[in-house]
């Protein structure tokens, strides 16, 4: 917009050229806006190529509206018949600065403004160009009353926006705090049961696509209502949250953790095989069996008894999950702290 308004400015001042408006050589001319447009299009050129990204305002408010000021005073003093035409340009680039401005943005472009114009009324006066005494007081104290109400209106606009700024950041991480809270278990902070069956259904067709694979491990911590009914169930609480904390330290940032309910937990392990997600369930079962739990008496271990399977092709996800969920038992059978792989019970 700043450029697009700057093209304007460059019009008129152009045909007041024409209209032999302008007193100055051809030469000179053509070398000031050979100048002034290589200011113009320094702003759009250095958003281009992120430059302005360099700088603590990206979209360079302040320094655009300063530049265009001073362009248009250039104007002034080369037209001074069209003065009037050209303060109304002034109060254009005050409002253009209602789109990023804060108050303190106001006073300097609006401080820069009165003294641009004071200048230049000045040495219109001493040249002879300008108006009579009285006619040009009265213009420019209609110009500054006009300008101060601009400003003001300016700053209430922009005041309005970063209103509605912080409002829109506010309910975003309002909204981001209820999103997290909808897929994720309130204890541990693990995903829940229902995003793991998205997780799973998203898991599904990235299977039938080609060649993907993943596995699952399901968790189930060993004579945890033991630890309930021994302990009281905030220590209950601190094991899960032990637990939780032990799973994500032994998966990658790809993979994901979720608790089904009550001690049983679920490991997706995305892009790996069954022996693979064995060799992370070994490592999970072994930092779990020696996990130091201070609020439980000395040397009590809670361990996990954990199932691992393998996604088949076009299966459902609840056959996977079933042959998981037997695997799990079928470790507790064996005695507990151990893993099963379903390609074990197959062979067994």
């Not at 001493?126 to 209609?142: C, P």
């Not at 992370?280 to 691992?308: C, F, K, N, W, Y």
């Not at 399977?309 to 064996?334: G, L």
Request: charged letters at 20%; a neutral charge; hydrophobic letters at 45%.
């Amino acid at each position: 917009m700043a450029t697009g308004s700057g093209l304007v400015l460059t019009a008129v001042v152009l045909l007041s050229m024409a209209l032999d408006l302008v007193q100055m050589p051809m030469a000179y001319f053509f070398l000031l806006y050979t100048m002034i447009w290589l200011g113009n299009l320094c702003f759009p050129l250095m958003i281009s190529y992120d430059i302005n990204l360099l700088f603590k305002d990206p979209s360079l408010t302040i320094p655009q509206l300063i530049w265009h000021t001073f362009t248009n005073t250039i104007s002034i003093y080369l037209v001074p018949e069209l003065q009037n035409v050209f303060l109304m340009y002034y109060l254009l680039v005050v409002l253009f600065g209602a789109f990023r401005m804060q108050k303190r943005g106001f006073f300097i472009v609006g401080g820069f403004i009165l003294l641009c114009y004071t200048t230049v009324m000045l040495v219109h006066q001493l040249s002879g160009a300008g108006a009579e005494i009285k006619e040009q007081s009265l213009i420019s104290l209609f110009f500054i009353f006009m300008l101060v109400g601009v400003s003001i209106i300016g700053t209430e606009i922009s005041s309005l926006r970063w209103a509605l700024k912080k409002r829109n950041a506010e309910m975003n991480e309002v909204m981001k705090q209820a999103k997290e809270q909808a897929i994720t278990d309130d204890l541990t902070g693990l995903y829940n049961r229902r995003h793991l069956m998205a997780i799973l259904r998203h898991q599904q067709a990235l299977a039938y696509r080609g060649e993907y694979v993943f596995s699952l491990c399901f968790v189930d911590l060993d004579h945890f209502k033991q630890v309930n009914d021994r302990y009281g169930h905030k220590a209950g609480d601190e094991v899960l949250q032990t637990f939780a904390d032990i799973a994500r330290n032994c998966v990658r940032e790809v993979d994901f953790v979720a608790r089904l309910g009550g001690e049983e937990f679920v490991l997706v392990l995305v892009q790996t095989p069954l022996e693979g997600a064995c060799l992370v369930a070994e490592r999970l079962r072994l930092s779990m069996e020696q996990a130091r739990l201070d609020i439980l008496a000395p040397g009590h271990r809670v361990t996990a008894s954990i199932g691992v399977t393998q996604y088949r092709p076009k299966e459902s996800i609840e056959e996977t999950m079933h042959r998981a969920d037997i695997a799990v038992y079928s470790a507790k059978n064996r005695g507990r702290n151990q893993l099963v792989s379903d390609h074990e019970l197959e062979h067994y």
